[in-house]
């Protein structure tokens, strides 16, 4: 398993191709799966391509289904290959490419969203934080629905350096939606801009790639796909814990066409909620009728600061959440309701 750089030979030999061993185990794409496959190896070397250089590094790769992906991360030189599947109908193929890269390959029959990938890789390879990115890599190309709950994951494990991030600053090369892709790079001002660019680029910096069209997929998915690339900063843009955040920006972007403070008064019970918002809105600085998409990182870390110190003095702010106290006034106005005896059950 230990990554070596001195690997012999780094190509696979003749192999059925891909679209062959679709048909040998017969593995039709299942739609409610989202599966959508690669099958251009010239795409699939351009995706893995936006990782870096993968000679003798560690790589997980998340989803490799009928595995063109695969093949290229193994031709790009890549020593120790993980991937976590899924669907129990990839497993053959997949065991004849690990055959084709005798100790090189290895396969978790599972799912991504509860594999331990912290237990995956040995300890050596990590690397300090602070020091460069360790050799260790994940890539995918995964259903738009599993993509996006995990790169809010995986956010959450980069600021608490745990998962994937206790070997250090690991790298991800992953395909979204092209409409994600926008939200993910949006920078201050562009329509796109949304709760996950704040998330994700406080935290990383996160490259778009390019664009795969949709007719490179078999069978062609209703959208284009774009590729992105993170690298984890080594200081984070905003020093608070991640849940914090995630509650201060989730409530400003609740109401993205309106003005900042709109959504930041949802921070707050009723009963304080406009004397709170005014201290929150003077200490961080921010003039309240900025738009939500008009919001810099700095102002995010000054608003989510001001709100860490109103959350020192009354810990009960932070349990808080608007929509609770909504569905707790709707029901007491509900019991209140004298029963209609007009209306049969
Ligand atoms: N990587 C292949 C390619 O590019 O052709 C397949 C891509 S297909 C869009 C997504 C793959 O992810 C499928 O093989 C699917 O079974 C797998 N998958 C879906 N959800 C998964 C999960 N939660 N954990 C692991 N694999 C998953």
Request: proline share 8%.
């Amino acid at each position: 398993m230990a990554a070596s750089s001195k690997v012999p030979s780094l190509r696979l030999p003749p192999l059925p191709t891909v679209g062959e061993l679709i048909k040998l185990y017969k593995l039709r794409a299942e739609k409610q799966l989202s599966q959508n496959f690669l099958l251009d190896l010239r795409l699939t070397d351009k995706l893995v391509r936006q990782a870096g250089s993968l000679r003798g590094a560690h790589v997980c790769e998340v989803g490799p289904g009928p595995g063109g992906l695969t093949r290229s991360i193994l031709n790009a030189g890549a020593a120790d290959l993980l991937v976590v599947e899924k669907d129990s109908r990839f497993i053959p193929g997949l065991k004849l490419l690990s055959e084709a890269a005798p100790d090189r390959m290895r396969i978790v029959h599972g799912d991504i969203l509860t594999y331990r990938m912290d237990r995956g890789f040995p300890a050596q390879i990590s690397k300090p934080w602070e020091e460069d990115p360790p050799n260790l890599h994940i890539i995918g190309n995964l259903p738009f629905n599993v993509s996006t709950p995990l790169i809010i994951k995986w956010l959450e494990n980069i600021a608490n350096r745990t998962g994937p991030f206790t070997f250090g600053r690991t790298q991800l090369t992953l395909t979204f939606q092209k409409e994600v892709v926008e939200r993910l790079t949006a920078s201050t001002g562009c329509r796109q801009r949304s709760r996950i660019s704040i998330m994700a680029q406080y935290l990383c910096t996160v490259r778009k790639c390019f664009v795969i069209p949709g007719q490179a997929f078999v069978p062609k998915p209703e959208v284009d796909v774009g590729v992105v690339h993170f690298t984890p900063l080594v200081q984070p843009q905003i020093q608070q814990p991640f849940k914090l955040v995630e509650k201060v920006v989730r409530n400003i972007f609740q109401f993205r066409r309106k003005h900042c403070h709109k959504g930041i008064e949802r921070l707050f019970p009723e009963v304080c909620r406009a004397e709170l918002t005014q201290e929150m809105m003077q200490q961080a600085d921010v003039d309240p009728v900025l738009r939500p998409t008009e919001l810099t990182i700095p102002h995010v870390r000054a608003l989510t600061e001001a709100y860490a110190q109103l959350c020192a003095h009354e810990p009960d702010l932070l349990g808080y959440e608007f929509r609770e106290e909504l569905r707790l006034k709707h029901l007491s106005r509900n019991k209140r309701m004298p029963v209609d005896s007009t209306k049969s059950s």
